[in-house]
């Protein structure tokens, strides 16, 4: 096994369901609503395990401490957390309204910056997403709504569909609406800070905490109606930062990706459809997301019409 498949760590969520089961086939705990499979993760507080293969049983962390070379590329330190946090996300009612901190903002908070992407694998007729400001909307305004809990207005909603993208940069205000099932790709952190969550009520049936004081300090208030990537071609790029690149491509059976060895670590995550190694003969199944290394090649062929494959990179290592 050239390439690593690591154990989800599903999360419950009171905006949840059982979709990861019905819409993806996953096998999942207990009768709770599932919210959250974080795929691939190196944090204190959870840690991805590889799920076969060699190094099977070995977490994330224990796999960079040991191989960090051919994992990450030369001169990859191996104390350095995986840069990188994948999850699906199982949208069966409206997540809060959030902001996620800048860069220049999160240490004096005590938090972590967290710019992510959002691909829409499956989306009802109803799904949206809510995301930046209407058009004109001040601070004050915004504030004064907070305060007499009329927020709802202001804030720009976007209906969406199977296929499309958002790129949620640090400071964007954002939710997702019901009706969506989301691959997430993100910067390693966990830190987000509520500023609304609709008079809802958690698990424990008492309101969730909101971190207002700390939300105000992190939204851009001059981020008006930003709009979605729809798709486009074959092969698109639909994110581009100094953190990540993310490159969806659609395959029709037979087609292949090629990825040579030595350039940089790469992740796919498999949204529809599915891919078989060529020279190992591995299937990486829908709803997959894998990590390959950066000293192995590898040639994948898709084995399904349409077959639609996100590729993450420029996230670290390389020559």
């Not at 840690?47 to 001169?75: D, I």
């Not at 220049?104 to 938090?111: K, T």
């Not at 350039?263 to 990590?291: F, K, M, W, Y």
Request: hydrophobic share 35%.
């Amino acid at each position: 096994m050239r390439m690593y498949f690591f154990k989800p760590i599903y999360q419950e969520r009171v905006w949840g369901g059982r979709g990861l089961h019905e819409q993806l086939g996953r096998d999942l705990p207990g009768t709770a609503p599932i919210g959250e499979s974080w795929e691939i993760v190196d944090r204190p507080e959870a840690q991805s395990v590889v799920a076969e293969g060699p190094q099977a049983g070995l977490t994330l962390r224990e796999l960079l401490e040991t191989h960090a070379g051919s994992v990450m590329g030369p001169g990859y330190n191996p104390a350095t957390p995986f840069p990188i946090l994948v999850k699906w996300l199982d949208c069966q009612d409206r997540l809060s309204l959030q902001v996620h901190p800048p860069a220049d903002i999160a240490p004096s908070l005590g938090g972590e910056p967290k710019t992510e992407n959002w691909y829409v694998a499956e989306a009802e007729p109803h799904a949206a997403m809510l995301i930046g400001l209407k058009n004109g909307v001040t601070r004050e305004q915004f504030e004064t709504a907070l305060r007499e809990n009329r927020l709802e207005p202001l804030v720009h909603r976007i209906p969406v569909k199977k296929g499309e993208s958002m790129f949620v940069r640090s400071g964007r205000l954002h939710a997702l609406d019901a009706g969506c099932l989301i691959l997430e790709i993100q910067q390693n952190s966990d830190t987000t800070y509520r500023v609304y969550d609709w008079g809802r009520v958690g698990l424990d049936g008492k309101p969730r905490q909101l971190h207002i004081d700390q939300s105000l300090k992190c939204i851009e208030f001059n981020d008006f109606e930003p709009t979605q990537t729809k798709p486009a071609g074959k092969t698109q790029v639909i994110a581009e930062s100094e953190l990540f690149n993310l490159t969806r491509h659609t395959l029709n059976c037979g087609e292949k990706l090629t990825f040579p060895a030595g350039e940089q670590p790469r992740l796919i995550g498999v949204v529809e459809g599915a891919l078989r190694e060529t020279t190992d003969g591995v299937t990486v199944h829908r709803s997959a997301n894998v990590l390959l290394p950066y000293a192995e090649s590898f040639i994948f062929e898709a084995i399904a019409s349409p077959t639609t494959v996100l590729v993450t990179d420029g996230f670290g290592g390389g020559a």
